[in-house]
């Protein structure tokens, strides 16, 4: 429907006019869209932002759980360097990031180029390797507490056709923290598969195209199209499975569920070891305090990154 | 142009809105108070009314009547599932915010953080003297600080080793051959091993529960983890034996590394062929009998060492009130009525739960003889006869030498650690945290 040019004008010196109530349509604008962000934000400020510095605050207290409150300073931090256990599951995150993460990342990169192009076989390619992603981690952790049963289970059977037997992958504390590690990557591997293959769309075909003229290999146009024009998603994707390998619900639900964090604290990893202390020890003081330098420990990895991927921007911008 | 039906405008869902807001704040309170009525007890646990066992739903539900039939202050019955009652947040966030329930129930292994933390009702001015007799102080020890009682066992669990009749006939063994001693468990485990089973079998996931379990092993040779002097006793030969025990058991291969399900489920174990034998409580009478009735199995007790003791570890929950609830006296008067009056019903409440809706043995000997054609007959029997004269109440730990304990038995068992080199260093980290301790003696 066409307006009127009479009306156009109209309409151009009402918007630049005060409302009755005195507010400027630019303002009303700007009004409408903070009103608009502000659920987010204070749903964000409430059950983010406040914990996190209740957590701070409580690290200086010693708290019972049951209304006890009595300020002890630095004792919970100096408890913390004192804790052989502390130290042991701030070791075994630190591995847990560490295959993880670069796992995750080549793995889900791979997976994209394998299944990028459109057809039938690829789709349905697609759909298994994101199914995990469907089923709660609770049962993914039963299902592969079962298959990974000494003796009787499909691992230990499969192992002991290939003269491995006697192999426990959950039961020796050698073995137990690869296995987690192995079981997640399988977990989210179609989650980040999905992310790369969106951020493999964003580029533009005539790159390669231009580069096959002119001969260019596939190793070639991986090299110098692919992974340096993937930057944004790298960065996005290192960042995430970097987070969710030092708090995600993944690396509590399925080691909660499958080991419990044994065998010998072998697959103890800090937010379990923080629930430990809080819920089931009621040392809810020490659990805060672990908590925030878990936090600290996160931005520091976080700024670490932000640094060396420059936030994932290009050369140029 | 607005895509809104006709009749409705921005600003009317906006006050809509604005409104409905300020009536759920508004209302609130209201549900604050609804929770916390006086007159209404909340009793928390994890058997009814969404319990899967339909004799330990029945059996909880008629006991909430019956109080409720004759009582002003009425109880009601909340369920916890099992896995978040015993390992979740929600007892430990209700009691942090003050919300805690009114009557709950509690294993030995967490009363002393209970006790420590102040909220536990002294039950001891509800319950009459010759009932308090009632209770053999093996049995309520455990639950009593400076000859009070703060909790009220409901059954006491003792552990032993089922065995499959099949495995033992396959070997060909019978009942006699069932070991007495370490080394001949050890051995009969090895033996009952076969490509797709294994012989013997001991909880391996890190916990309370392995610890309970593992408690009547260092006993038996005269282990304790605290001696009377109060500081740590843990660097001790029966200790060191215990420990090397456990591992004994896996590294010869005759006992598995990880479980099904846990260590206390015997169907899952035992009943599914997955072990020969297994280390598990009194329960798994029911669990077998409900749940694997075409696997016939035996029992026998714990085997000892050479030159060692029997003894066997009896767990058990108890009901304890919320000190700190909205009216404890009226807590305080149910669970004394429940568990622990010298009524008939009271008593045959106990041979009920112990009989009907699990198979456990009674915490009190009025409950014993009432239903003593019960606890003498079948598989209670060899409970009652044999495996209950030798048993020892499940210990109360703190969180924090719970911790040390099970760190040692993981360590050794599964993680290859010298038994000695770890009981020495166990018992320095007990003797660090004794010096500092200030809450209720453990046990």
């Given at each position: 429907m066409s307006i009127h040019p009479a009306q156009r004008l109209e309409q151009a010196a009402a918007a630049a006019r005060p409302s009755r109530r005195g507010l400027s349509a630019r303002h009303r604008e700007w009004l409408a869209g903070y009103l608009f962000v502000?659920?987010?934000?204070?749903?964000?400020?409430?059950?983010?932002?406040?914990?996190?510095?209740?957590?701070?605050?409580?690290?200086?207290?010693?708290?019972?759980?049951?209304?006890?409150?009595?300020?002890?300073?630095?004792?919970?931090?100096?408890?913390?360097?004192?804790?052989?256990?502390?130290?042991?599951?701030?070791?075994?995150?630190?591995?847990?990031?560490?295959?993880?993460?670069?796992?995750?990342?080549?793995?889900?990169?791979g997976l994209a180029l394998l299944v990028q192009r459109t057809g039938r076989f690829n789709s349905v390619m697609r759909s298994m390797f994101f199914a995990p992603q469907m089923v709660s981690l609770v049962v993914i952790a039963v299902v592969w507490q079962l298959?990974?049963?000494?003796?009787?289970?499909?691992?230990?059977?499969?192992?002991?056709?290939?003269?491995?037997?006697?192999?426990?992958?959950l039961g020796n504390p050698a073995l137990a923290l690869y296995t987690v590690v192995f079981i997640t990557i399988w977990f989210l591997m179609g989650f980040y598969m999905l992310i790369f293959l969106g951020g493999l769309q964003d580029i533009p075909r005539e790159y390669y195209e231009a580069s096959e003229i002119d001969g260019a290999s596939k190793l070639a146009q991986f090299r110098h199209i692919t992974f340096p024009l993937l930057r944004p998603t790298s960065f996005f994707v290192l960042l995430v499975s970097l987070v969710a390998a030092v708090a995600g619900s993944q690396a509590f639900d399925l080691i909660y569920v499958m080991t419990k964090g044994g065998p010998a604290n072998s697959t103890q990893v800090m937010i379990i070891y923080i629930y430990q202390q809080a819920f089931q020890y009621s040392a809810f003081g020490y659990a805060a305090a672990m908590a925030s330098i878990l936090v600290v420990i996160l931005l520091a990895l976080t700024g670490v990154l932000f640094v060396l991927t420059r936030g994932g921007r290009f050369e140029h911008e | 142009m607005s895509n809104l039906p006709r009749g409705w405008s921005r600003r009317a869902i906006l006050k809509g809105g604005a409104a409905l807001g300020a009536a759920g704040v508004a209302g609130l309170p209201m549900i604050g108070s609804a929770f916390g009525q006086d007159n209404l007890l909340h009793f928390w646990q994890f058997y009814a009314p969404g319990g899967d066992v339909k004799t330990q739903v029945d059996w909880f539900m008629k006991m909430a009547d019956d109080w409720n039939k004759q009582s002003e202050t009425k109880v009601q019955l909340d369920y916890v599932v099992n896995n978040d009652y015993m390992n979740g947040t929600k007892l430990s966030t209700a009691f942090a915010s003050g919300q805690g329930p009114d009557i709950f129930i509690i294993s030995p292994g967490d009363f002393l953080r209970y006790y420590n933390g102040g909220v536990l009702l002294d039950l001891t001015p509800y319950i009459s003297a010759e009932a308090q007799a009632d209770f053999p102080e093996?049995?309520?020890?455990?639950?009593?600080?400076?000859?009070?009682?703060?909790?009220?066992?409901?059954?006491?669990?003792?552990?032993?080793?089922?065995?499959?009749?099949?495995?033992?006939?396959?070997?060909?063994?019978?009942?006699?051959?069932?070991?007495?001693?370490?080394?001949?468990?050890?051995?009969?485990?090895?033996?009952?091993?076969?490509?797709?089973?294994?012989?013997?079998?001991?909880?391996?996931q890190p916990g309370y529960y392995q610890n309970f379990t593992w408690y009547p092993f260092m006993w038996q040779g005269g282990g304790e983890f605290q001696g009377a002097d109060g500081k740590s006793a843990f660097d001790s030969p029966a200790v060191v034996a215990a420990l090397k025990l456990w591992q004994d058991a896996i590294n010869s291969g005759a006992a598995p590394r990880q479980v099904n399900s846990g260590g206390w489920d015997v169907v899952a174990n035992l009943g599914a062929g997955y072990c020969a034998m297994q280390n598990v409580g009194i329960w798994g009478i029911s669990a077998m009998d409900n749940n694997a009735k075409d696997v016939p199995y035996g029992i026998f007790k714990l085997p000892t060492p050479k030159d060692g003791k029997y003894v066997t570890v009896g767990g058990g929950w108890a009901f304890v009130a919320n000190a700190k609830g909205k009216n404890p006296e009226a807590a305080?008067?149910?669970?004394?009525?429940?568990?622990?009056?010298?009524?008939?019903?009271?008593?045959?409440?106990?041979?009920?739960?112990?009989?009907?809706?699990?198979?456990?043995?009674?915490?009190?000997?009025?409950?014993?003889?009432?239903?003593?054609?019960?606890?003498?007959?079948?598989?209670?029997?060899?409970?009652?006869?044999?495996?209950?004269?030798?048993?020892?109440?499940?210990?109360?730990?703190?969180?924090?030498?719970?911790?040390?304990?099970?760190?040692?038995?993981?360590?050794?068992?599964?993680?290859?650690?010298?038994?000695?080199?770890?009981?020495?260093?166990?018992?320095?980290?007990?003797?660090?945290?004794?010096?500092?301790?200030?809450?209720?003696?453990?046990?």
């Open positions: 502000a659920p987010d934000f204070i749903g964000l400020l409430v059950f983010v932002g406040l914990p996190m510095i209740l957590a701070l605050v409580i690290g200086f207290f010693d708290v019972n759980g049951f209304g006890a409150f009595q300020f002890v300073g630095l004792a919970n931090y100096q408890r913390m360097l004192a804790d052989p256990l502390f130290w042991q599951c701030l070791r075994v995150t630190a591995i847990y990031v560490v295959l993880l993460v670069p796992a995750l990342y080549v793995v889900g990169l298959m990974s049963s000494d003796k009787v289970g499909i691992v230990a059977r499969l192992f002991s056709s290939l003269g491995l037997g006697g192999v426990s992958i | 093996g049995v309520i020890a455990s639950r009593k600080v400076d000859n009070k009682i703060y909790g009220i066992p409901m059954e006491l669990e003792p552990m032993a080793f089922y065995y499959s009749i099949k495995a033992f006939e396959d070997a060909k063994l019978n009942e006699n051959d069932v070991p007495k001693t370490w080394d001949e468990m050890l051995e009969l485990g090895k033996k009952l091993t076969t490509a797709d089973r294994y012989g013997l079998l001991f909880e391996t305080g008067k149910f669970i004394a009525w429940a568990l622990a009056s010298m009524d008939k019903d009271s008593i045959q409440r106990e041979v009920d739960w112990c009989t009907v809706a699990k198979s456990d043995m009674p915490t009190r000997t009025s409950a014993l003889q009432q239903g003593a054609d019960a606890f003498n007959k079948g598989k209670l029997g060899i409970f009652s006869k044999d495996i209950l004269p030798g048993v020892r109440a499940e210990p109360r730990l703190p969180p924090e030498v719970y911790k040390i304990i099970s760190d040692a038995i993981q360590q050794t068992q599964l993680g290859g650690a010298d038994p000695q080199a770890t009981a020495t260093a166990a018992s320095q980290q007990l003797d660090a945290f004794l010096a500092t301790y200030k809450g209720a003696p453990m046990m």
